[in-house]
């Protein structure tokens, strides 16, 4: 339905409305989507918590937002959770910087998470994902989002930070918190995630092994710049805090091969259409469905359609990665399909720094699963939580069938 709006400035603007709180729209945002994106490339949201806020439908013009530096990410952008005073230095992330203070940071960690880095790293993550396989049944219903998909990001990020194996069960909690994004829990994290990140940082100075922290200390020596104390900490919180993605790209991609059989029996065919299924697989059922609101300094006009100065304005990232002008028959899932600019790890300067090793953790434990469970089949429905901004599943049951 087109409807017009009255911005906090005056402006009269006819776009479509979607209704977030309607359980319909919630259960297929895609198709929710479609229609409007087809009427105009901006549409008005209304959301549960929030204030009513604008949000681009089309590939082109997302691309062009995202990479648009009038429209800013700052402290507006995030809900702050409540922590002690002296873990507040290190909430304000390189997320929500915005210019030359964000190309500072980035250019400095950059090279820790090259393609050619998370390809080293990955053997490292392969015997991860054994290890966790090796504890679940076989033969007998499990839920692959508790067991599996869920605790991996963090185990991975064990290894990259350097933390002791007597210290990760606690970690693993702090995971769990994390990616529940709210609650009494998720604050108590912070502040213990902090101190394991002081720890790590002062061990790889003392000795450097080859984790990301000491990755981060040498890179950062020898650009001739150097990470501050509470930069290094606050990248470690950032990497926790992002890092948990893959748990949903994972068992979203579990779910979607699941539900497309021909398509999961291409995979197991041959193994290396991985690296273009794990790219449908982003474009398909990425997590982020929605990007962080970013705030214009002035009014900008998008696709023909003005967004006053300081008014909320997100990426609909599962619309654009559904665009029929840029993906040929956008509603059919195709291991194959190239190539797929899709949006799943965002675009321009706020571009996901570590989407090399989300690629090469979601390619390795989708490849193991396959391997060594060629029988692996559905055990129960595998139901999306109605969330607007992330496509994640309340859990995952299969039942892991092994050859022979």
């Known amino acids: 339905m087109i409807k017009t709006f009255k911005s906090e400035t005056g402006l009269m603007i006819d776009v479509p409305e979607i209704d977030l709180t309607d359980p319909a729209v919630l259960l297929d945002l895609p198709a929710a989507y479609a ?30 937002v995202l990479s648009d530096p009038r429209l ?17 230095p290190y909430m304000r992330t390189m997320s929500e910087m915005n210019g030359s203070e964000h190309t500072r940071l980035r250019r400095l960690v ?4 090259t393609p050619r880095k998370a390809a080293e790293f990955g053997p ?3 015997a991860v994902v054994e290890r966790l396989l090796d504890a679940l049944p076989e033969r007998t219903p499990a839920d692959l989002l508790a067991g599996f998909s869920r605790p991996l990001p963090m185990e991975v990020i064990c290894e990259l930070v350097g933390i002791p194996a007597a210290d990760r069960p606690s970690w693993h909690e702090y995971g769990v918190a994390v990616a529940a994004g709210h609650g009494e829990a998720f604050g108590a994290a912070i502040p213990a995630i902090i101190e394991g990140a002081r720890a790590a940082i002062a061990a790889a100075r003392a000795e450097p092994a080859g984790n990301l922290v000491s990755d981060l200390a040498r890179v950062a020596e020898e650009d001739g710049d150097r990470l501050s104390d509470d930069e290094l900490v606050t990248m470690v919180w950032l990497l926790v805090l992002a890092g948990q993605t893959p748990a949903n790209l994972i068992a979203n991609a579990v779910a979607t091969l699941l539900a497309h059989p021909a398509q999961l029996a291409a995979l197991r065919d041959d193994p290396g259409l991985m690296p273009r299924a794990v790219e449908e697989l982003a474009r398909w059922c990425t997590p982020q469905i929605m ?20 008014e ?17 028959e956008p509603e059919r899932f195709d291991l194959t399909r190239e190539p797929a600019p899709h949006l799943g790890f965002g675009h321009g300067a ?11 953790q979601t390619g390795v434990a989708l490849g193991v699963l396959l391997r060594r469970y060629p029988g692996m089949e559905a055990a129960g429905e595998a139901a999306y939580l109605p969330d607007p901004g992330t496509l994640r ?12």
């Open 35 to 64: 229609p409007a994106r087809e009427k105009s490339p901006v549409v008005r949201l209304l959301a549960p918590g929030f204030g009513p806020f604008w949000a681009v439908t089309r590939h082109a013009e997302a691309r062009a």
């Open 72 to 88: 800013e990410i700052n402290s507006g952008s995030f809900m702050r959770p409540d922590v002690p005073e002296h873990c507040r």
């Open 110 to 113: 950059a090279p820790a998470f």
């Open 124 to 126: 490292r993550i392969e």
């Open 291 to 310: 990007t962080v609101p970013r705030f214009p300094r002035e009014d900008v006009e998008i696709g023909g359609v003005t967004v006053p100065k300081g």
């Open 312 to 328: 909320p304005v997100t990426v609909s990232v599962a619309s654009a990665n559904r665009d029929p002008r840029v993906f040929d």
């Open 350 to 360: 706020h571009f996901c720094v570590g989407a090399s090793l989300a690629r090469v």
């Open 393 to 404: 599943l309340a859990s995952l049951p299969v039942t892991l069938r092994p050859a022979g």
